[in-house]
């Protein structure tokens, strides 16, 4: 094989590596997007439950307090 073949099949190969890496990087792009928003949405809904919590804690103060009253009396 003389040394332009060779030069080729080298240019060859580091191309297909280049497109093989390309393509991973997108589906690592794509993933990296997927678990954004997976991210997002549990942060959602973390917020959404450390809501709620708050309201349970206020509400049973409220039913402490009604019951500190009434053995008050």
């Known amino acids: 094989m003389d040394l332009l073949a060779k030069l080729n099949e080298k240019i060859d190969n580091l191309l297909k590596n ?3 890496l ?3 990087n997108e589906n690592l792009k794509l993933e990296i997007e997927n ?3 997976k991210l997002n949405e549990k942060d959602a809904k973390l917020l959404e439950c450390e ?3 708050a309201l349970k804690e206020l509400e049973l103060e409220e039913v402490v307090n009604k019951i500190e009253a009434i053995l008050g009396k």
Do not use: A, C, P
Request: aromatic content about 8%; hydrophobic content about 15%.
């Open 18 to 20: 280049y497109e093989n």
């Open 22 to 24: 390309q393509k991973e």
């Open 35 to 37: 678990l954004k928003e």
């Open 51 to 53: 809501e709620n919590i």
